[in-house]
């Protein structure tokens, strides 16, 4: 056995023996503690005349006015934050509708929903129809590849094409 083993050994017989000692040998009953004195009553005293208290008063104006905010329904999430202005998102919609309806004709019928946006340090991942992806991964029906992911949007392209697609972030109201 080594030294450090040694010691080890005695510590732990040292900490197990005080255990015992205070289990067996303590001076205070099983039960009780040595702080509660007769600082119970004057305790017991304190929660009775706050439960009267709280009883007697009603809720507050501030209090009805955060209860019935807190019960309506979220029009937008107030934690997806918007750096783009309204001016550029009109431009950027109208580009992007004369961009869609030109795509239309050389592009195959297919849909996806974008509903998530990550971002931690410089790795940003979209949540595609559930799926998680990065940027130049092929999206699981193959033939597709994510080739930007914004806030507000992301870039599909065509395997081997120069076509893309821009699909919108889907926020849903629950």
Aim: hydrophobic share 40%; charged share 30%; proline share 4%.
């Amino acid at each position: 056995m080594t030294k450090r083993e040694r010691v080890i050994l005695v510590l732990m017989f040292l900490v197990v023996a005080y255990g015992a000692y205070a289990l067996f040998f303590s001076s205070t009953p099983k039960g009780t503690s040595k702080y509660s004195g007769g600082r119970s009553g004057e305790l017991n005293k304190l929660i009775t005349e706050l439960s009267v208290g709280l009883t007697k008063e009603g809720p507050t104006e501030t209090d009805i006015y955060i209860i019935e905010k807190a019960e309506t329904k979220w029009v937008k999430d107030p934690f997806c934050e918007k750096k783009i202005s309204v001016v550029k998102e009109k431009e950027e919609a109208s580009k992007a509708e004369a961009e869609a309806e030109a795509e239309a004709e050389v592009l195959p019928e297919v849909t996806f929903s974008y509903s998530g946006y990550m971002e931690m340090g410089d790795r940003k991942i979209a949540i595609i129809d559930g799926m998680e992806y990065k940027t130049g991964e092929e999206i699981v029906p193959g033939g597709f590849v994510i080739r930007a992911i914004y806030p507000n949007k992301i870039v599909i392209g065509i395997k081997g094409k120069e076509e893309e697609i821009t699909v919108p972030l889907v926020e849903e109201v629950l």
